[in-house]
């Protein structure tokens, strides 16, 4: 079961990169419906069924490689889905047997149940043409569904004495609290590349011009009408305000980070702690040098995925920092 789940792990995490190449890739929409392609089980690609796809949707012409992009993440998703399907099946049998060692139930059920829920706003981000909510809620799914297979894993390794630093457990409170932090920081973040912000702001540390006066946090954060948000549907000051918020949360959230990395790593006895310390500050350094490559080198892809993949590899480094502050030895 455990290396089930660390299977699923990593999967899960190429899962969260393919979205973020599939997203920049303006790709979202590279089939028009779910979970099919064009009606299809892959990519039409002989000259009748592209004629065929066409036909049924004919404001969204084929293009192969953009659809290629869709159809792999989502078999990659798939993919995942079954695995920990065979995770959660494995958890209840082990359960009805009592002289197994204690398995954790009620997580790996509530993990399926969250892929459920995920597959189900794959198909509303492409059945309600990217609305931001709904892509941003996807997002957040993808980074929920890794940090709790993480958990799963870390439930399921044998206990390791002395593994523990007594001293640091005073620090729970700010470590869940950096936790949080992050994950509303990588929500902003989510919010930002649905609705095409990425780019509003081209300077630095804020924005161009008199940037406060154009300030709209009221239409930032809402949903206007639109038949298609591919592309994004809110005017500049609204996708201006919502690069100033995220930028702002970015200050926040390495604040906070930093904050806890200097309190745990004065008290820190343990090389396993200190080490773990150390790979969360090299994260924040690194996702903070990557924010800003993308705003001075106007977005590259490979930077912007990987702002995504480091961003997810920080939230699961203090994941693993409050479970292990949270132990008692």
Known sequence: MRTLVKISIVLAFCVIVLGAFTRLTEAGLGCPDWPGCYGFLTVPSKAEHIAQAEALFPGAPVEADKAWYEMIHRYFAGTLGLLILAIAVSAWF????????????????????????????????????????????HLLGGFSIISLLL??????????????????????????????????????????????????????????????ANLDFAGAFSIPEAETYQYGAHDYNDRMTMHIVHRVGAIITTLVVGWLLFKCWRKAVSGFFR???????????????????????????WVAVSHNAVGALLLLSLVALNYNLSRKA
């Open 151 to 212: 958990l799963l894993n870390l439930r399921l390794a044998p206990y390791r004495v002395g593994g523990g630093d007594p001293e640091l457990r005073r620090y729970r409170g700010l470590a869940l609290f950096a936790l949080l932090t992050v994950l509303f920081q990588i929500a902003l973040g989510g919010w930002v590349a649905a609705n095409y912000a990425a780019v509003a702001c081209t300077e630095l540390p804020f924005c161009e011009g008199n940037w406060t």
């Open 94 to 137: 082990k359960k009805r047997q009592p002289s197994q060692k204690p398995t954790p139930i009620k997580l790996p059920t509530f993990i399926l149940a969250l892929v459920i829920f995920q597959a189900a706003l794959g198909m509303w981000t492409v059945t309600l043409n990217l609305q931001p909510l709904i892509v941003m809620g």
């Open 275 to 301: 080490s773990s310390l150390f790979v969360i500050g090299l994260l924040l350094v690194l996702q903070i040098a990557l924010g800003i490559s993308n705003v001075v080198f106007g977005l590259p892809l």
